[in-house]
């Protein structure tokens, strides 16, 4: 277990107890944990699957609302007539 104290003071608990790292460790500590949230930043987003099913789902919903859409104009003109 790493616990930050007194700004980057770790200190590790383990079966001897706490130690505390040296300031060189504790540099490389932090760069990886910088590095591991920088990568994960850049991984977020959406899969191309994930867009492609919206976009199935948006075309089926835009595809049934313009069918009655249309439907109605021309029984509005079929009235009109």
Request: with cysteine; charged share 15%.
């Amino acid at each position: 277990m790493i616990l930050l104290v007194n700004g980057l003071s770790l200190k590790m608990c383990g079966g001897a107890g706490f130690r505390q790292f040296s300031q060189e460790e504790t540099t490389l500590l932090m760069a990886n944990k910088s590095d591991r949230l920088h990568n994960k930043r850049l991984q977020s987003g959406f899969t191309l699957l994930e867009l492609l099913v919206v976009l199935v789902i948006i075309g089926l919903l835009v595809g049934y609302v313009a069918q009655r859409y249309f439907s109605q104009v021309g029984k509005s003109e079929v009235k009109v007539a």
